[in-house]
């Protein structure tokens, strides 16, 4: 699936704070911070992101892009470096993305989970770099209690990204007609760019 044109540019501008594909045994380290984006539920994707932090001001942050009304973990990447760069991704994903505001580790996890299986029973996978982003949340508890309510007006509701190409569209369409039905999903195609 192709990424929109926030994310593209939130990864392009994290890449001069200082993004690291390789986080070595940062799932140990003390949580520092969770946050997500105040919108989430409204707009019905944003972002949520928690990090960790070692004793020598090494920062980790697994950020997750999720779908909160059909696709689940859209897209995921980690970041490291140290408390500065930290705040300029946080920064940097407010500026382009909107307000984030804190939140328990256990919330953040609890959401990006449930998010998943809500889009696994329709039939999408999580983002394929959710196996290395997803170790940030070793060992942080799932609030077993919480229920997330995901979907639109009761029903998956696809909105396709900017730069979702016509097959991606017409794949996810696909899906969620076998999964539930013509009638049980709903979906807002935007324009396509030029």
């Given at each position: 699936m192709a990424l929109s044109k926030k994310t593209l540019q939130l990864k392009r501008s994290i890449k001069k704070c200082g993004t690291s594909s390789s986080i070595i045994s940062s799932d140990n380290w003390p949580i520092y911070?969770?946050?997500?984006?105040?919108?989430?539920?409204?707009?019905?994707i944003g972002h949520v992101m928690v990090s960790r932090k070692n004793n020598m001001d090494?920062?980790?942050?697994?950020?997750?892009?999720?779908?909160?009304?059909?696709?689940?973990?859209?897209?995921?990447?980690?970041?490291?470096g140290n408390s500065d760069?930290?705040?300029?991704?946080?920064?940097?994903?407010?500026?382009?993305?909107?307000?984030l505001q804190p939140?328990?580790?256990?919330?953040?996890?609890?959401?990006?989970?449930?998010?998943?299986?809500?889009?696994?029973?329709?039939?999408?996978?999580p983002h394929?770099?959710?196996?290395?982003?997803?170790?940030?949340?070793?060992?942080?508890?799932?609030?077993e209690v919480k229920m997330f309510i995901f979907g639109?007006?009761?029903?998956?509701c696809y909105i396709s990204g900017p730069n979702d190409s016509p097959s991606d569209i017409k794949k996810i369409l696909h899906t969620l007609e076998i999964s539930v039905g013509i009638e049980?999903?709903?979906?807002?195609?935007?324009?396509?760019?030029?």
């Open positions: 911070q969770s946050l997500i984006q105040a919108d989430i539920w409204e707009q019905g090494k920062t980790a942050t697994g950020i997750y892009l999720i779908d909160t009304f059909c696709l689940g973990i859209k897209n995921c990447f980690l970041h490291s760069d930290y705040k300029m991704l946080v920064e940097s994903i407010e500026h382009t993305c909107g307000e939140v328990e580790a256990s919330y953040a996890v609890t959401l990006i989970y449930q998010a998943m299986k809500y889009a696994e029973q329709l039939g999408f996978k394929a770099d959710f196996s290395k982003a997803g170790k940030i949340l070793k060992n942080i508890p799932i609030n639109r007006n009761s029903k998956p049980g999903f709903d979906y807002i195609l935007q324009a396509m760019d030029d």
